[in-house]
Protein backbone atom coordinates (compact mmCIF):
# COMPACT_ATOMS: atom_id res chain seq x y z
CA UNK A 1 0.00 0.00 0.00
CA UNK A 2 1.59 3.32 -0.34
CA UNK A 3 2.18 5.89 1.58
CA UNK A 4 -0.36 7.94 0.10
CA UNK A 5 -2.87 5.83 1.21
CA UNK A 6 -1.72 4.89 4.81
CA UNK A 7 -2.02 8.51 5.05
CA UNK A 8 -5.69 8.89 4.59
CA UNK A 9 -6.34 6.95 6.78
CA UNK A 10 -5.58 9.92 9.21
CA UNK A 11 -7.60 12.78 7.00
CA UNK A 12 -10.51 14.31 8.88
CA UNK A 13 -11.57 16.70 6.86
CA UNK A 14 -11.29 18.53 2.87
CA UNK A 15 -10.20 21.42 1.41
CA UNK A 16 -10.38 22.14 -1.99
CA UNK A 17 -9.31 24.93 -4.54
CA UNK A 18 -12.24 25.78 -7.03
CA UNK A 19 -11.40 26.24 -10.92
CA UNK A 20 -9.30 23.61 -12.10
CA UNK A 21 -10.36 21.33 -9.51
CA UNK A 22 -13.90 21.25 -9.69
CA UNK A 23 -14.23 22.65 -13.22
CA UNK A 24 -11.37 22.47 -15.91
CA UNK A 25 -10.32 25.81 -15.35
CA UNK A 26 -12.44 27.77 -17.79
CA UNK A 27 -15.05 30.54 -17.38
CA UNK A 28 -16.96 31.35 -19.25
CA UNK A 29 -17.49 35.51 -18.84
CA UNK A 30 -21.08 36.63 -19.65
CA UNK A 31 -22.11 40.35 -20.84
CA UNK A 32 -22.83 41.47 -17.70
CA UNK A 33 -19.67 40.55 -16.12
CA UNK A 34 -20.58 37.03 -14.64
CA UNK A 35 -18.37 34.07 -15.03
CA UNK A 36 -19.78 31.22 -15.75
CA UNK A 37 -18.70 27.71 -14.44
CA UNK A 38 -19.41 23.99 -15.29
CA UNK A 39 -18.92 21.72 -12.22
CA UNK A 40 -19.42 17.74 -11.90
CA UNK A 41 -21.96 16.25 -10.24
CA UNK A 42 -19.65 13.42 -9.41
CA UNK A 43 -17.61 15.50 -7.44
CA UNK A 44 -20.72 17.23 -5.97
CA UNK A 45 -22.08 14.05 -4.53
CA UNK A 46 -18.69 13.31 -3.09
CA UNK A 47 -18.29 16.18 -0.93
CA UNK A 48 -22.20 16.09 0.24
CA UNK A 49 -21.39 12.64 1.17
CA UNK A 50 -18.34 13.68 3.25
CA UNK A 51 -20.38 16.60 5.15
CA UNK A 52 -23.21 14.23 5.98
CA UNK A 53 -20.59 11.81 7.62
CA UNK A 54 -18.75 14.37 9.30
CA UNK A 55 -16.03 15.38 7.30
CA UNK A 56 -15.63 19.22 7.51
CA UNK A 57 -14.93 20.99 3.41
CA UNK A 58 -13.31 24.22 3.03
CA UNK A 59 -13.76 25.60 -0.30
CA UNK A 60 -11.36 27.96 -1.11
CA UNK A 61 -11.21 29.87 -3.82
CA UNK A 62 -9.31 33.21 -5.79
CA UNK A 63 -13.01 33.37 -7.72
CA UNK A 64 -15.74 35.64 -6.20
CA UNK A 65 -18.84 34.95 -7.50
CA UNK A 66 -21.64 34.67 -5.15
CA UNK A 67 -22.53 31.15 -7.98
CA UNK A 68 -19.71 29.77 -6.41
CA UNK A 69 -20.79 30.44 -2.62
CA UNK A 70 -24.69 28.86 -4.07
CA UNK A 71 -23.05 25.81 -5.58
CA UNK A 72 -21.47 24.32 -2.51
CA UNK A 73 -24.51 25.79 0.17
CA UNK A 74 -26.54 23.37 -1.79
CA UNK A 75 -24.63 20.20 -1.63
CA UNK A 76 -23.92 20.95 2.20
CA UNK A 77 -21.24 22.93 3.00
CA UNK A 78 -21.50 25.42 5.54
CA UNK A 79 -21.54 29.36 4.21
CA UNK A 80 -18.58 29.66 6.66
CA UNK A 81 -16.71 27.04 5.18
CA UNK A 82 -16.89 28.79 1.92
CA UNK A 83 -13.87 31.25 1.17
CA UNK A 84 -14.52 33.28 -1.79
CA UNK A 85 -11.28 35.99 -2.62
CA UNK A 86 -8.74 34.12 -1.18
CA UNK A 87 -5.74 35.70 -2.80
CA UNK A 88 -3.44 34.03 -0.30
CA UNK A 89 -5.19 31.01 0.68
CA UNK A 90 -3.09 29.71 3.86
CA UNK A 91 -4.81 32.24 6.45
CA UNK A 92 -8.10 31.00 5.77
CA UNK A 93 -6.80 27.39 5.97
CA UNK A 94 -5.64 27.95 9.07
CA UNK A 95 -9.57 29.55 9.98
CA UNK A 96 -11.04 26.63 8.90
CA UNK A 97 -8.37 23.96 10.89
CA UNK A 98 -9.28 26.48 14.07
CA UNK A 99 -12.95 26.41 13.72
CA UNK A 100 -13.12 22.74 13.30
CA UNK A 101 -10.20 22.50 16.01
CA UNK A 102 -8.34 20.05 13.62
CA UNK A 103 -4.29 19.95 12.74
CA UNK A 104 -3.41 20.59 9.24
CA UNK A 105 -2.29 16.89 9.23
CA UNK A 106 -5.47 15.85 9.49
CA UNK A 107 -6.64 17.65 6.21
CA UNK A 108 -6.35 16.91 2.52
CA UNK A 109 -5.98 19.50 -0.06
CA UNK A 110 -6.59 19.85 -3.28
CA UNK A 111 -5.60 22.26 -5.49
CA UNK A 112 -3.96 22.65 -9.13
CA UNK A 113 -2.18 25.94 -9.45
CA UNK A 114 0.51 28.31 -7.70
CA UNK A 115 -1.84 30.13 -5.27
CA UNK A 116 -2.28 26.32 -3.96
CA UNK A 117 1.37 25.89 -3.32
CA UNK A 118 1.24 27.29 0.16
CA UNK A 119 -1.47 24.92 1.80
CA UNK A 120 0.03 21.93 -0.04
CA UNK A 121 2.87 22.29 1.65
CA UNK A 122 1.65 22.23 5.31
CA UNK A 123 -1.40 19.93 4.83
CA UNK A 124 -1.38 15.84 5.85
CA UNK A 125 -2.20 15.23 2.07
CA UNK A 126 -1.16 17.18 -0.58
CA UNK A 127 -3.44 16.00 -3.83
CA UNK A 128 -4.04 17.51 -7.56
CA UNK A 129 -5.69 16.66 -10.56
CA UNK A 130 -3.96 15.05 -13.22
CA UNK A 131 -3.96 18.65 -15.40
CA UNK A 132 -2.37 20.85 -12.19
CA UNK A 133 0.54 22.80 -13.39
CA UNK A 134 3.91 21.29 -12.94
CA UNK A 135 4.62 23.43 -10.19
CA UNK A 136 2.02 21.95 -7.81
CA UNK A 137 2.63 18.21 -9.37
CA UNK A 138 6.45 18.60 -7.97
CA UNK A 139 5.14 19.07 -4.50
CA UNK A 140 2.05 16.75 -4.39
CA UNK A 141 1.76 13.60 -2.55
CA UNK A 142 -1.19 12.08 -4.80
CA UNK A 143 -1.73 13.02 -8.25
CA UNK A 144 -5.07 12.27 -9.32
CA UNK A 145 -5.56 10.42 -12.81
CA UNK A 146 -8.30 12.70 -12.97
CA UNK A 147 -8.55 15.79 -14.24
CA UNK A 148 -9.91 19.11 -12.71
CA UNK A 149 -13.61 18.89 -13.36
CA UNK A 150 -13.53 15.01 -14.57
CA UNK A 151 -14.05 14.19 -11.02
CA UNK A 152 -10.61 14.34 -9.03
CA UNK A 153 -12.71 15.65 -6.00
CA UNK A 154 -14.72 12.59 -5.98
CA UNK A 155 -11.73 10.66 -6.53
CA UNK A 156 -9.66 11.58 -3.08
CA UNK A 157 -12.88 11.48 -1.24
CA UNK A 158 -14.16 8.43 -2.42
CA UNK A 159 -10.46 6.60 -1.40
CA UNK A 160 -10.35 8.44 2.09
CA UNK A 161 -13.74 7.06 2.70
CA UNK A 162 -13.40 3.91 1.51
CA UNK A 163 -10.33 3.46 3.41
CA UNK A 164 -11.60 4.54 6.29
CA UNK A 165 -14.07 1.68 6.18
CA UNK A 166 -16.82 4.46 5.58
CA UNK A 167 -17.32 4.87 1.95
CA UNK A 168 -20.22 1.49 1.76
CA UNK A 169 -22.38 2.91 5.00
CA UNK A 170 -22.13 6.40 4.02
CA UNK A 171 -23.64 5.86 0.57
CA UNK A 172 -25.86 2.86 1.91
CA UNK A 173 -28.81 5.32 1.35
CA UNK A 174 -28.43 6.37 -1.93
CA UNK A 175 -27.79 3.30 -3.68
CA UNK A 176 -31.39 1.78 -3.18
MG1 LIG B 1 -7.22 26.57 -9.30
Known sequence: MS????????IRAFAFDVDGVFTDG????TENGDLLRSHNAKDG????VAVINNYPV??????????????????GVPK?????KSICK?????????????SADEVLYMGDDIPDIG??????????????????KDVCQYISLY?????????????????QGRWADATEAYSG
Do not use: W
Open 3 to 10: NFKVKLNK
Open 26 to 29: QVLA
Open 45 to 48: FAVR
Open 58 to 75: AIITGGSSESIALRFIQI
Open 80 to 84: EDIYL
Open 90 to 102: LPDFEDFLKRHNL
Open 119 to 136: ILKSCGVSACPADAVNEV
Open 147 to 163: GGGKGCARDVIEQTLKI
